[in-house]
């Protein structure tokens, strides 16, 4: 069972990534990628493999240690659940960073290569996006700052 929920994790988080990086300008990427419950079928299966483990997890967690965190993604259920932990949680970084550049008007161009890159390598692509990111204003922001200055 823990090499299927493996198997699923990236494959039903997938079709978000698909939507945001292939199609962002169509209306039901819009429509479907605002609802932070994207991630919940990624969090199913993380908590399908954590619950019964449940008693090892909080104690390399309580106190972690290398050797702890080791010993507890060293095993198949462990890699598992560390896999849909990344994945549910590159999503929804993923997810706000698609949904702040739609508001700031950053170009899909821009946005398609942070995006593989979140999925890849997550923290990389939440640390790209924050650097391209102030490159474009909320629009909102611009206005009210040019309120200001006059």
């Known amino acids: 069972m823990t090499e299927t929920l493996f198997s699923l994790t990236f494959t039903v988080a997938a079709p978000f990534w698909a939507l945001m990086i292939l ?3 169509w209306s039901w990427t ?3 990628i605002s609802s932070p419950l994207i991630v919940l079928p990624v969090v199913v299966i993380y908590a399908l493999l954590v619950i019964p483990a449940f008693g090892d997890v909080l ?3 309580r106190s972690p240690t290398v050797d702890g965190v080791r010993d ?4 198949s259920t462990g890699a598992a659940a560390g896999w849909a932990h990344m994945i549910a949680f590159d999503l929804f970084v993923g997810r706000w960073a698609w949904l702040d ?3 700031r008007g950053v170009p899909a161009l821009v946005m398609a290569p942070v995006l593989l890159l979140t999925i890849l390598l997550g923290p990389l ?12 204003r909320r629009p909102s922001a611009a206005a009210t700052g ?3 200055l006059g």
Do not use: D, F, N
Not at 72 to 75: A, K, P, S, V, Y
Not at 125 to 136: K, M, N, Q
């Open 125 to 136: 692509g939440l640390a790209a996006y924050l650097a391209v990111r102030p490159r474009w």
């Open 146 to 148: 040019a309120q200001h």
């Open 30 to 32: 819009a429509r479907i």
């Open 59 to 61: 104690t390399a967690v």
């Open 101 to 103: 550049s739609r508001e």
């Open 23 to 25: 199609l962002p300008r």
């Open 72 to 75: 507890l993604l060293g095993t």
